[in-house]
């Protein structure tokens, strides 16, 4: 072997070495942006607090049933905002809509649907959340295959108009106390690549996950379908900081995948606690 190839070889190594280094210290230093589910006017104290955006509910903003004008009196409001509204959960409300079960109205809904995706991308949000127990609960005895069917077929429906809106809509697990169906984060795996959109994504919430047993292997089977993050502790759905549960199992893996998403809490806390919420996510993502 010549002197020259030697060389080569040298440098190549080294420039890998020098590239793995500095893609892992990156990702060492990268920390998501943090934010709160909470209401538009408490978005100032969220900002003192350390947070980076709000979300909000589609009945506190971007309902339907709202009349235009009072719904831009609110979008005039917005342009106030000292942090984005990056998303809004809360989405289906009217007890009549269903989107699995013998009753389900797709059509009905859609039409619901469009009008709360013109209002979010009104208002700047990219993301919609699909928890939505009441619309997708399913009554006992209920063939859980077809409500698979059924909830995959209005996704399938929901894609292209999330794509024409410029949103995307993650769909996430509820714990069994709050509904009977898609409660893992297997089973949102399952509707959303069953969707196959790239506007249909998922949400981790790392409580509902908890509580049903799901781990940071199970958190590593969804990380390239996932839209978003949110948090609370498992103990009363405290906001983070408050038994000092221990969320770096997962924060790894979602390093590992360089997860660029947002982490949202979504949990029960006073203002005065927020600070203490956003420092203790950020020390457990750089420790991590």
Not at 25 to 48: C, Q, R, S, W, Y
Not at 69 to 85: C, D, H, M, N, Q
Not at 271 to 284: H, P, V
Request: charged fraction near 25%; hydrophobic fraction near 45%.
């Amino acid at each position: 072997m010549g002197k020259q190839t030697l060389i080569k070889i040298f440098i190549t190594s080294v420039t890998s070495i020098m590239f793995v280094f500095l893609d892992g210290f990156i990702m060492k230093k990268h920390v998501p942006l943090f934010g709160v589910m909470t209401k538009f006017e408490n978005m100032d104290e969220v900002k003192a607090a350390g947070g980076d955006f709000i979300g909000i509910s589609v009945g506190d903003w971007l309902d339907p049933n709202l009349p235009e004008e009072a719904f831009l009196e609110r979008l005039e409001k917005s342009k106030t905002g000292v942090l984005p509204i990056m998303l809004a959960n809360g989405f289906i409300r009217p007890k009549h809509l269903k989107a699995t079960g013998p009753d389900i109205n797709h059509d009905e809904l859609m039409v619901y649907i469009e009008v709360v995706f013109q209002r979010a991308q009104k208002s700047g949000i990219k993301m919609i959340n699909f928890g939505s127990s009441g619309a997708r609960n399913i009554p006992d005895g209920f063939d859980k295959e077809l409500a698979f069917r059924q909830f995959t077929d209005l996704l399938k429906r929901i894609g292209p108009l999330a794509a024409k809106y410029n949103l995307t809509v993650g769909v996430e697990q509820l714990r069994k106390q709050e509904c009977n169906f898609i409660n893992t984060i297997a089973e949102v795996s399952r509707v959303v690549r069953g969707a196959n959109h790239p506007n249909i994504l998922a949400v981790a919430d790392f409580y509902h996950m908890v509580v049903e047993g799901d781990t940071p292997k199970d958190l590593a089977k969804v990380t390239d379908i996932l839209m978003h993050v949110e948090i609370a502790e498992e103990k009363d759905r405290r906001i983070p900081g408050t038994t000092d549960q221990d969320f770096r199992p997962f924060f790894k893996v979602l390093k590992k995948a360089k997860y660029k998403g947002a982490i949202g809490i979504e949990a029960k806390f006073e203002m005065s606690e927020l600070a203490k919420g956003f420092a203790t996510l950020r020390s457990q993502w750089m420790k991590a």
